[in-house]
């Protein structure tokens, strides 16, 4: 009788486990989404040796697409045009003023990860590998008069001036996370993210002056998502 109960109760167990399942795979559905975002992106550039400089606010803009195949996870890909750089900034000479700006082409690949918080809202984590190609570079200088002419040359130029950056190819990885607002007309993705370059700007052979000139990049961005079809799992 004992064991009579025990398996009347791992059955009604297992009816109740591939109940919930049942019911966790007709809510969950597979999706594709396609999009467009835009953004302000914040720039440095990791120099070694180190040079004074403040971070260059400037533009990012491109299109987006996703594909959750799991509950919580899915992948997130974009094709954008992002600008970085850097501007020079000397506290000794504040009318001195130097800015490299720099343009990308970037597509991050990333691993994306979501908790809903209601039924409109989520969190959401992007992580993962980034590539670029630089596509143009533009610097500019003011001119600086020394009212002191006894002060020492601190305008001189630098071993970058005049020197587009010779390594076009740019790699690293970028995450960050957000808040997705699903409605009726499409889904509106607000996200911060940091990027951090593992690849350099310029050479740095033991030859060169440069060590080190990685990218560095925070972007903030909205992304709208237009509303689709969802297929069944």
């Known amino acids: ?89 000397k506290d000794s000479i504040p009318t001195h003023k130097y ?49 002191n002419p006894n002060m020492p040359n601190e305008t001189k130029p630098v071993q970058y001036r005049g020197d587009k950056p010779q390594n076009k190819f740019d790699w690293g990885l970028t995450g960050g996370g957000g808040f997705e607002l699903r409605t009726g007309i499409g889904s509106f993705v607000l996200e911060g993210r940091y990027y951090y370059g593992l690849s350099d700007i310029y050479k740095n052979s033991p030859s060169d002056f440069y060590a080190g000139s990685a990218n560095q990049v925070t972007t903030v961005k909205l992304t709208y998502f237009l509303p689709r079809k969802n297929k069944k799992e």
């Open 1 to 89: 009788m004992k064991y009579s109960k025990l398996i009347c109760l791992f059955a009604v167990l297992i009816c109740f486990s591939a109940t919930c399942i049942a019911q966790e795979e007709h809510v969950f559905q597979q999706n594709w989404s396609y999009g467009v975002n835009r953004g302000m992106t914040s720039s440095v550039v990791n120099f070694t040796p180190k040079i004074y400089q403040t971070r260059l606010n400037q533009s990012v803009g491109g299109f987006s697409i996703r594909y959750i195949g799991e509950k919580y996870f899915g992948l997130h890909g974009e094709l954008n045009l992002s600008q970085r750089g850097w501007r020079e900034s």
């Open 99 to 147: 800015t490299m700006s720099l343009l990308y082409a970037e597509l991050p690949l990333l691993t994306h990860v979501y908790f809903d918080l209601g039924t409109r809202v989520r969190i959401i984590f992007n992580l993962g590998p980034q590539i670029g190609f630089l596509l143009s570079a533009k610097e500019k200088e003011n001119q600086v008069v020394l009212e």
